[in-house]
């Protein structure tokens, strides 16, 4: 553990050992290169392993993702960066009928080794297509995985296991949390962190379960903190910790920060009626 770092910073020294750690890796998305991001994420990548490996492209999100595809049926690791949520859908045909289709496609013997980064939601103030939750319409599609990161640790690691991962990957960045500051662990092997869809009780409590995701977790352990009493779910896939958890606390929260309609918290809550249909009270916030 060293000096607290922001969770900018700690994806973009996930970023920099995914880097080191394989030479098949490469960064690729607008602003990526000389300016380091919009937000910062990629800055000094481009200048420490060269324009062949982190690349500016043009303003062609379509042609981004497409471009990925071909790389990773050629044995590369794209990671692709989405500058914000809302310019994700000119690429969501490429996502959707592609890139989530080709493993299965081919029997198994093409993997799609893609992460492709976008920060999401809102809380900075930013006009439309800046503060947009997608993640639903992307966690409904076969052949896709969808993470959230929270804090600093975890996008440092997740990062990380996304980018070893074989299998393509939607991975969501709280954009009001990125200069949130947080200790992380530079020395724990990937294989000895916390699983890439694992889940993980924050805080233990016998009254309330919350579960949330990417920038909700912080309010919903502000809140636990203020109530003195509760407990907080954390997860990337809140379904795997249910179980347990509401066999103590018999009333179920789930927070996210998007649309009421279908979202992914009514998902969590549906799953809990379903583990614990006549024992407890469930909460959609």
């Given amino acids: 553990m060293g000096a607290p770092v922001a969770m900018a910073r700690a994806l973009n020294m996930g970023l920099r050992k995914a880097l080191e750690s394989d030479p098949k890796v490469m960064i690729m998305g607008e602003d990526v290169g000389k300016m380091g991001g919009v937000f910062r994420v990629t800055d000094g990548l481009q200048k420490d392993f060269g324009e062949d490996r982190v690349m500016d492209t043009p303003l062609a999100e379509s042609g981004i993702i497409g471009t990925a595809i071909g ?14 949520d809302g310019f994700v859908f000119p690429a969501f045909d490429q996502i959707v009928s592609q890139l989530a289709k080709l493993h299965y496609r081919s029997q198994g013997r093409v993997a799609m080794p893609v992460v492709i ?5 809102g809380g900075i103030g930013a006009v439309e297509h800046h503060s947009e939750s997608p993640e639903a319409l ?8 969808v993470v959230a990161c ?3 640790p975890d996008a440092y690691t997740m990062i ?3 980018v070893a991962s074989n299998d393509p990957i939607i991975f969501f960045e709280p954009k009001r949390r990125y200069w949130e500051k947080a ?3 530079v020395d724990t092997p990937l294989a000895e962190a916390v699983g890439l869809h694992a889940a993980r009780v924050v805080r233990p409590g016998r009254h309330l379960t919350l579960v ?7 309010t919903c352990l502000d809140a636990a903190r203020g109530r003195r009493r509760g407990t907080r779910a954390r997860s990337r896939r809140p379904q795997v910790a249910l179980a347990g958890r509401l066999a103590d606390a018999h009333r179920l929260g789930a927070a996210h920060r998007a649309m009421c309609h279908r979202p992914r918290g009514a998902d969590v809550s549906r799953h809990g009626r379903r583990t614990r249909s006549t ?7």
């Fill in 160 to 162: 990380q296991q996304a």
């Fill in 183 to 185: 200790e992380i662990d």
């Fill in 117 to 121: 980064r976008i920060p999401f939601g």
């Fill in 138 to 145: 992307f966690a409904h599609v076969a052949g896709l995985k």
């Fill in 279 to 285: 024992h407890h009270r469930t909460l959609l916030l």
């Fill in 71 to 84: 790389l990773a049926m050629r044995g590369y690791r794209p990671i692709c960066e989405i500058q914000f």
């Fill in 150 to 152: 929270s804090n600093a």
């Fill in 212 to 218: 949330a995701y990417g920038p909700m977790v912080k």
